[in-house]
């Protein structure tokens, strides 16, 4: 027996076992090795196009909330613009309203100086009309009665009238 060259039964059988071998793998495990390894490359699509759906739906999310985060911003910008256009639209109305009031208070204050001046006036001419007959009362009496006093009379009058 030779290692190098076997001999034809051996071949022979050999042959017969394989091709026997592979006659029942192909009967028997062939479609389920097949299915198996279809199976297997269906899962794996399936699986890159699962994640390639998310992926996209990813993409699709962060488009959606860079959109509304625009959205929120131009809504707190507008809401900003109101908010100062109220503000100032307040602060323009309370100073025309303390406008209003200050030059009401002004035209009080001047109806009542100009009252209180010609009160004043009017007492003052009452005053003045009660000292002109007190002086004419006396002027006459003392020139009726002395020519000397009259003229001393007029001055004290005067004297008194110069230091009210």
Do not use: C, Y
Request: hydrophobic share 45%; proline share 1%.
């Amino acid at each position: 027996m030779d290692l190098i060259t076997p001999e034809f039964g051996l071949v022979f059988w050999t042959l017969i076992t394989f091709l026997v071998l592979l006659f029942i793998l192909r009967k028997f495990a062939w479609k389920p090795i097949l299915g198996a390894v279809s199976d297997r490359e269906e899962g794996i699509k399936d699986a890159l196009a699962s994640a390639e759906k998310a992926r996209q739906e990813m993409e699709n999310l962060t488009a959606d909330n860079e959109r509304i985060l625009q959205e929120a911003r131009a809504e707190r910008e507008a809401m900003l613009k109101d908010a100062r256009e109220l503000k100032n639209k307040i602060v323009a109305d309370a100073k025309e309203e303390a406008q209003t009031q200050a030059s009401k208070m002004i035209e009080q204050a001047q109806a009542a100086i100009e009252s209180e001046k010609k009160a004043a006036m009017a007492e003052l001419k009452s005053h003045v009309a009660g000292l002109s007959l007190d002086i004419a009362e006396k002027v006459v009496r003392d020139e009726l009665s002395n020519k000397d006093k009259q003229l001393k009379l007029v001055e004290d009058m005067l004297g008194e009238a110069t230091l009210n």
